[in-house]
């Protein structure tokens, strides 16, 4: 499985960004999907997760309103708009895949993991 995440950048706070995961190795449509931030000094933290058909999704509270996840399973590829955007979102933002389909937290950890791609988002 590949996961390649793409469309971070620099944006002013307030402003909106939309980044995307494209996947390939097996059926996309098989499988929940993530997106996770990491701050520097900071962990690896959930933002969130939407279920093999996106009809079911779970998000961050500090992050609900605010961020958006969806999938296109045509397109094997997932997204995170964001908008109203801190300086504190600033971290590099990975995606990830699940080994179930649920959108619903589980406990469980991804299975694979994308590269990051960072979010800047200055004051």
């Known amino acids: 499985v590949q996961l390649q995440a793409y469309g971070g950048g620099l944006v002013q706070a307030g402003g909106s960004l939309r980044l995307s995961c494209a996947a390939s190795?097996?059926?996309?449509?098989?499988?929940?999907m993530g997106w996770f931030r990491q701050a520097p000094g900071k962990e690896r933290e959930f933002v969130a997760r939407i279920g093999h058909n996106g009809r079911v999704t779970t998000t961050a509270n500090s992050m609900k309103g605010r961020f958006t996840i969806s999938r296109d399973n045509a397109k094997s590829t997932m997204y995170l708009r964001m908008k109203v955007l801190k300086p504190e979102d600033t971290a590099v933002y990975y995606c990830a895949q699940y080994a179930i389909a649920s959108g619903q937290s589980k406990g469980d950890r991804p299975q694979f993991w994308g590269q990051g791609t960072q979010v800047t988002v200055s004051s």
């Open positions: 190795g097996r059926t996309f449509g098989d499988h929940a």
